[in-house]
């Protein structure tokens, strides 16, 4: 069954791709396993994927330690400070940076294990007040002073767009995402680039594609509905 959920995803992924004349390698699709148990996340590893994306610290270390060696975690949730010392160096991107006091604990904790860790900064581009991130407004800020951490290096924005019935009312926020990453990206600040816009997830992501995700983070639509309210 989830085989068959990933190839329906996988079509509309080089659909997408093919309706806005990108190429299918340009979007990561990133599997998103939160709350599913590890024999699910199994099954579609032994399909090919390699990137799974996961929203709680605890529950991320718990299936990194039991998953194949091989694989690229993602943390897209929201992430407190005294719990950076546990991802950093063993996550591939965080994507939800959206301090600077955040990021300056990423710094600390990289600088100790002598890395530089990857992040994007998270951007609540629709203001809602349910959810994280940046203001657009004060994202490019926000960059510049994040910047000047020697031991992290941005590389993109992130985005959750509103939960809506039609992906074509996300679409200007997509649009208005990629403009501020082109805006920043001519800042040309040190050590950041504009390479990743991580956005789109199940009820949006073709319409994130055709408007530039490089990532795309599929949760539903993979593993199918969440259940939060059996243990
Ligand atoms: C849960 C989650 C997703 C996946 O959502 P679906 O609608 O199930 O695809 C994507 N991004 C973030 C940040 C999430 O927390």
Redesign the pocket.
């Known amino acids: 069954m989830l085989k068959e959920n990933l190839m329906r995803v996988e079509e509309d992924i080089q659909h997408a791709c093919t309706k806005a004349g990108r190429d299918r390698a340009e979007v990561t699709l990133?599997a998103?396993s939160?709350t599913k148990p590890v024999e699910m996340l199994q099954e579609i590893y032994a399909e090919g994927i390699r990137v799974f994306?996961e929203?709680k610290v605890q529950e991320l270390c718990d299936k990194m330690d039991v998953m194949p060696q091989d694989i690229k975690w993602h943390m897209?949730?929201h992430l407190q400070r005294n719990k950076v010392k546990y991802i950093v160096g063993r996550v591939a991107l965080i994507?939800?940076v959206d301090t600077y006091r955040l990021a300056e604990e990423i710094n600390i904790q990289a600088k100790k294990k002598n890395i530089i860790m990857p992040i994007l900064v998270e951007v609540n581009i629709a203001e809602e007040a349910t959810k994280f991130g940046t203001s657009a407004e004060d994202a490019r800020l926000l960059v510049e002073e994040i910047s000047q951490l020697e031991n992290v290096a941005i590389k993109g924005l992130?985005t959750?767009a509103p939960?809506v019935a039609d992906p074509e009312e996300n679409r200007a926020y997509f649009r208005g995402i990629r403009q501020l990453s082109k805006e920043i990206e001519k800042a040309q600040m040190k050590n950041v680039s504009m390479e990743i816009l991580?956005m789109g997830?199940?009820?949006d992501?073709r319409v994130a594609i055709e408007e530039g995700a490089t990532m795309v983070?599929?949760?539903?639509?993979?593993?199918g509905?969440?259940n939060y309210h059996t243990t």
């Not at 983070?217 to 593993?223: A, D, K, L, S, Y």
């Open positions: 990133i998103v939160k994306g929203n897209i949730g994507h939800s992130m959750i939960n991580s997830m199940t009820g992501y983070r599929v949760g539903t639509g993979i593993f509905e969440r």
